[in-house]
């Protein structure tokens, strides 16, 4: 990894997705200045050999099951390697392998439907872990409800806790970027295709909802407003 570098760095990070039939390699690395670059690297038979043992090794009577390595490589030539079991991509293969004399629309249509599943439990994962992440930076004294706003463009950021009507306090109840990067791939990849505001309302008890305008909703006849309620176990306070 080190050598297909040009210049200084700061770590650079392998990314293996290991399937039975195949593997893909995709890496990145940091540069002094924080900017991301692409990390070209071959990958010669030694490597793709020592991995399928390493797999086997790892692996080795059913448990401690993977399909990805993250692999980061720090320029003081430290190392950190991720095991990471990636259950909706290994849920695809299944049915893919499995599905191999089912014709055609069928077999499309099936996974079509496993994709629109995994995209909803996603998206359930992606809407609990913002309203943790808002109660988890709540403030200690009393308050009503916890609002984070986003509006674009330009991406106008909000976060407060509403202690009685018409009274606020303004808070960084959750960092721009985490929410940010949280919201974008909710609507990028999930049921709420483009969207101009954003608002994800959470009280005391958990209890949250998201309400979304949709930039495009009109080209596809679709409601301009979209809300999604749930609940959560707000985390226990530490003493």
């Known amino acids: 990894m080190a050598d297909c570098i040009a210049?200084?760095?700061t770590k650079a990070v392998l990314?293996?997705?290991y399937l039975p039939k195949r593997k893909s390699y995709q890496g990145i690395y940091f540069t002094?200045?924080?900017q991301k670059e692409q990390l070209d690297i071959s990958v010669p038979f030694e490597l793709d050999a020592a991995l399928d043992e390493l797999h086997a090794t790892t692996t080795e009577g059913g448990s401690n099951r993977w399909n990805q390595l993250r692999y980061t490589l720090y320029s003081d030539e430290?190392?950190?390697a991720d095991f990471i079991w990636d259950e909706d991509r290994a849920e695809v293969m299944a049915y893919i392998n499995s599905t191999t004399a089912v014709p055609?629309?069928?077999?499309?249509a099936g996974l079509k439907n496993i994709k629109r599943m995994q995209l909803a439990r996603k998206t359930q994962r992606i809407y609990?872990?913002?309203a943790l992440a808002l109660l988890r930076n709540a403030p200690s004294s009393e308050w009503q409800q916890l609002v984070l706003t986003l509006t674009k463009p330009p991406l106008i950021y909000e976060a407060y806790a509403e202690y009685a009507p018409n009274r606020r306090e303004a808070l960084l109840l959750l960092g721009e970027a985490e929410a940010v990067e949280a919201l974008v791939e909710l609507t990028g990849k999930g049921d709420h295709l483009r969207w101009e505001r954003a608002q994800v309302v959470v009280q005391p008890?958990?209890?949250y909802q998201f309400s979304f305008t949709w930039a495009g909703a009109g080209e596809y006849n679709l409601p301009r407003l979209y809300h999604r309620e749930g609940q959560v176990t707000p985390p226990t306070a530490v003493s």
Do not use: M
């Open 104 to 108: 055609e629309p069928q077999r499309g």
């Open 7 to 9: 210049g200084e760095w």
């Open 205 to 207: 008890s958990g209890a």
């Open 15 to 17: 990314t293996i997705e």
């Open 78 to 80: 430290s190392f950190e």
């Open 128 to 130: 609990e872990a913002l």
């Open 32 to 34: 002094l200045e924080g």
